[in-house]
């Protein structure tokens, strides 16, 4: 059994003796199996950070993108070595899988202007001789904690940044497919990063709260559900940490009447389905506005789902692949038993389906719902599986309500030919990031990713400007060259710049 162990510089193994099954989910086999570390496991792995942090935040931030340039030529050269053990381990579609590597890249990309991103700011003259500038400097150490479902994109969106502003990193990666993080910090040693500045903790719980308590990691990035966001934003602040913690999501896609309905119904399939629904900015909810545009979106949806292929990551016919797990599946499975007995009409059923050839892994066919009522639990909570909610909505004024009194706020589309709506609908909606006409709307590296209300904790959000201040703490300095001429008169006086 291939055994998947922690990336930390001259530590070798140790762990507390407990190990989590990593599942070929197409097959249903367990394929490997990752230890889960100890406190004892991070305190090596901050020891090796201490040792070259100070180092790395000394070297010129242009030598340090030559790192990230070299990286990102890595990366772009084992792509399809990459996206294939992706696939292999969540389950996602070879092709789709590549898009997370490339994601992720884009960050990677953005962090190779780092020398223009960090210059700060100057004032001449503030004051009669007095100068003032402002710089970015390093928190230390950071460290992020991801979700299974983009192993690739997230981490690169957390350490792409920190590590570019100068600060030495330690990975959680979420124990059900940790093999590609353990290659990113493989490929990033490669690239010529000094040992220690990116290591690779894994583990569970133990791991993570002993990450949250300790006293020499600064800042902590948290990508997962939004139960355990809140509980990692809570117990890190206590900590006296600087997190931000992204939590799940319920994105709701608004059709108008006006909408070119053939565009919308082709984005929603891919947007609902693809990735077996396991995208934080899926749009697993659909808002026809009247009935007239549910009517004709419902006709038009059936035969465009019942064409839909799930199969097995490396079938380049397939359009998506198995959930990560059985556990994960029966959840699934439940949320749609609890959508039928809550009273919605379960039009598809993809319960129960069975890709032939591979009976045991962990296959779900597409479902659609229709008649879903904000109400109910089903709608109100996170399925994250191949499930489209249809809720429909009498007005424009409703559909808006529906994302923006949502208890999450991650992403959510409006799909129109109406300018101004599209325009009232980005600007009023309670949502953090606005699709017009586009179904997944995660903003380009160079702008940021963050959603609102639980989908959320803490006020930076990830990449682009934004990142750079979650991962740097700013200073600022008043300098004055005296003549020798001042008298000093007003020494007890607050000094103002005259
Ligand atoms: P998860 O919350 O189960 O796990 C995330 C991380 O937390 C993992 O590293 C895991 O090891 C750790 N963890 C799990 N249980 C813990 C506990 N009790 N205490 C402390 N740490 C714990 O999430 P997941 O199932 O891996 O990922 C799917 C979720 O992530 C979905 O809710 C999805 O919407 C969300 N997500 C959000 C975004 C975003 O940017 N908002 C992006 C991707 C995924």
Redesign the pocket.
């Known amino acids: 059994m291939r055994i998947i162990d922690h990336v930390i510089s001259g530590h070798s193994g140790g762990g507390s003796g407990r190990s989590h099954d990593v599942f070929d989910p197409n097959s249903g086999e367990v394929q490997a199996r990752v230890n889960l570390g100890t406190s004892a496991d991070l305190d090596a792995a901050v020891a090796a950070a201490q040792k070259v942090q100070p180092g790395w935040a000394a070297t010129n931030p242009q030598r340090r993108a030559r790192v990230m340039f070299k990286f990102k030529q890595l990366l772009e050269e084992n792509m399809q070595e990459l996206a294939e053990l992706l696939a292999s381990e969540h389950g996602k579609v070879v092709e789709d899988a590549k898009g997370d590597v490339q994601r992720g890249l884009e960050v990677i990309e953005f962090a190779c202007g780092i020398p223009q991103a960090l210059k700060g700011e100057y004032t001449q003259g503030a004051g009669p001789g007095i100068d003032v500038y402002s710089m970015r400097q390093p928190l230390g150490i950071g460290a992020g ?6 192993p690739a994109m ?1 981490p690169m969106w957390m350490f792409g940044m920190a590590i570019a502003c100068g600060n030495a990193f330690i990975l ?5 497919d940790p093999s590609v993080p353990v290659r990113l910090a493989e490929l990033f040693l490669e690239a010529g990063a000094p040992e220690g500045l990116l290591q690779v903790v894994h ?3 133990e791991m ?2 002993a990450i949250l308590d300790h006293p020499a990691i600064s800042a902590v990035s ?5 139960d ?2 809140h ?2 934003y809570n117990r890190g602040v206590a900590a006296g940490k600087r997190i931000q913690a ?4 319920k994105n709701h896609g608004i059709i108008m009447p006006d909408a070119d309905l053939d565009q919308a119904v082709s984005d929603l399939i891919g947007a609902a389905y693809g990735s077996a629904g ?3 900015m899926a749009l697993p909810v659909v808002v026809p506005v009247g009935e007239d545009t549910a009517e004709r979106l419902r006709e038009k949806l059936l035969p465009a789902i019942d064409k839909l292929r799930p199969g097995i990551s490396s079938d380049p016919e397939a359009q998506y692949g198995p959930v990560v797990t059985a556990e994960h599946r029966t959840r699934v499975e439940n949320w749609i038993q609890k959508g039928v007995d809550e009273g919605a009409e379960l039009v598809v059923d993809g319960r129960g389906f069975t890709l032939q050839g591979h009976e045991k892994g962990f296959f779900m066919g597409p479902s659609l719902f229709d008649h879903v009522t904000p109400d109910m639990e089903s709608y109100r909570e ?1 399925i ?1 599986g191949p499930v489209l909610q249809i809720v429909r909505a009498a007005s424009f004024e409703e559909a808006l309500e529906l994302p923006s009194k949502h208890q999450y706020g ?1 992403g959510v589309a409006i799909f129109t030919r109406n300018g101004h709506a599209a325009r009232e609908f980005a600007s009023r909606v309670n949502v953090g990031m606005v699709g017009i006409n586009v179904p997944i709307p995660v903003p380009v590296s160079y702008h940021s ?1 963050g ?1 609102w209300k639980r ?2 904790f803490g006020d930076q959000n ?1 990449y682009g400007m934004e990142g750079l201040r979650f991962w740097t703490k700013v200073k600022t300095v008043t300098q004055r060259w005296p003549d020798g001429s001042a008298t000093g008169e007003n020494a007890f006086v607050i000094p103002t710049m005259g």
């Open positions: 904690i991801t979700p299974f479902n983009f997230i959680k990666p979420s124990e059900r583990g569970d719980k993570v709260d948290f990508v997962g559900s939004s355990i966001a509980y990692v992204m939590g799940g999501a396991e995208r934080c996170e994250f991650n990713f959603g989908s959320a990830q």
